[in-house]
């Protein structure tokens, strides 16, 4: 079936530092595939997506990029701030109206 | 704009005891989700409605769980009884139209459930 795997947190990094956090997916035929963010005490919300091979969704500074021939959807950032602590959740959507999520990476930044 | 409203915020019940979430989604919004999420993980799908029609819920577990979305907005989701294993956050989500057609999901809070 369809998945989702992430790297395993948690990211500790400093402000300013770069930052990627790995995700790869297996899926048949075309999936969209989403980047969520989970902030200290609040819901999950989108941070970015796309749709097809080679788009690329960015959003606050985040990127990620469909990779089709790697099955993978990195995202990256090149200077992280105190306030992107948070647990970042790779997903993907086939076509049904299920989202199938990676099991999230805690990234804390700190000054 | 209000986002999605989940109530209560953290449930303690002893195991057997029956419990309730409630869901109120983004005005306008006609799919609702509700979903399961256990420590360290990701969220799992447990029931998608469009407007009051149930229309997948493969992944509930039928014996002790119920959902109901009356009038096509709020929802409820029941536990009866919990068990130790029940113990996880339950996520409500809301979307426009179906994620199919790439609509963006808006998740609540969650409700943080204890079974002791």
């Known amino acids: 079936g369809n998945s989702v795997t992430q790297m395993e947190g948690p990211v500790t990094l400093s402000e300013e530092a770069f930052l990627t956090i790995n995700c790869t997916y297996t899926a048949t035929g075309y999936p969209s595939l989403f980047w969520y963010v989970q902030y200290p005490g609040e819901g999950l919300q989108l941070l970015l997506k796309a749709t097809k091979a080679d788009d690329k969704g960015s959003n606050k500074g985040f990127e990620a990029t469909y990779r089709k021939e790697t099955t993978s959807f990195h995202l990256e950032k090149g200077s992280v701030q105190v306030s992107d602590s948070a647990v970042y959740f790779c997903?993907?959507?086939?076509?049904?109206?299920?989202?199938?999520f990676g099991t999230g990476t805690r990234l804390q930044v700190f000054p | 704009e209000a986002g999605v409203v989940q109530s209560p915020r953290y449930k303690i019940i002893e195991k057997k005891q029956p419990v309730a979430f409630w869901c109120n989604p983004i005005?306008?919004?006609?799919?609702l989700y509700w979903y399961l999420q256990n420590l360290g993980q990701g969220p799992e799908l447990l029931i998608r409605y469009e407007n009051e029609e149930a229309v997948d819920d493969s992944q509930l577990p039928k014996d002790r769980f119920s959902a109901e979305r009356l009038k096509g907005v709020d929802s409820t989701l029941k536990i009866q009884p919990a068990e130790l294993g029940d113990s996880a956050v339950y996520l409500c989500?809301?979307?426009?139209?179906?994620?199919?057609?790439?609509?963006?999901?808006?998740f609540g809070p969650g409700t943080r459930l204890l079974v002791l």
């Open positions: 997903a993907l959507s086939d076509n049904t109206d299920k989202l199938i």
């Open positions: 989500a809301s979307s426009l139209v179906p994620t199919r057609a790439l609509e963006t999901q808006y």
């Open positions: 005005s306008g919004h006609n799919t």
